[in-house]
């Protein structure tokens, strides 16, 4: 069993950045390829990004790409979520979560064995 705690969220303005990490605890992270989604409200929850247990592939969403970087730590468990250049319609409740299958048809889906609890990202325009 993994459990998964998102930090970092909060306020920003639009045009800046914020730094989202998430902690595993429970089990090691190295054997699982993280993802992080979103959902915004009234909307539902899409990926964002995905890393793979090595590290080597990553994936974004196109309303992402150039502005976020995901990244991982496994020898200190953690995953990161580096966000710039923000906008508006970034705002939303972020989640890591981690996939032990390693298929990226499933991640994409947003099929994964564990979720954290989210954090809330809010960027004013």
């Known amino acids: 069993q993994v459990q998964l705690v998102e930090s970092g969220g909060g306020l920003a303005q639009a045009g800046g950045s914020l730094r989202l990490s998430c902690a595993a605890s429970?089990?090691?992270?190295?054997?699982?390829?993280m993802g992080w989604f979103r959902q915004a409200p009234g909307k539902e929850r899409e990926f964002v990004a995905g890393?793979?247990?090595?590290?080597?592939?990553?994936r974004y969403a196109d309303s992402v790409k150039g502005r976020f970087t995901i990244s991982r730590e496994n020898a200190k468990n953690t995953v990161h979520l580096q966000m710039n250049s923000l906008k508006a319609e970034d705002t939303a409740v972020y989640y890591c979560?981690?996939?032990?299958?390693?298929?990226?048809?499933?991640?994409?889906?947003?099929?994964?064995?564990?979720w954290g609890k989210g954090t809330l990202v809010t960027v004013s325009s």
């Open positions: 890393i793979s247990w090595s590290g080597v592939d990553t």
């Open positions: 429970g089990s090691t992270l190295s054997g699982y390829t």
């Open positions: 979560a981690a996939d032990g299958g390693h298929r990226w048809y499933e991640i994409l889906s947003g099929v994964m064995d564990y």
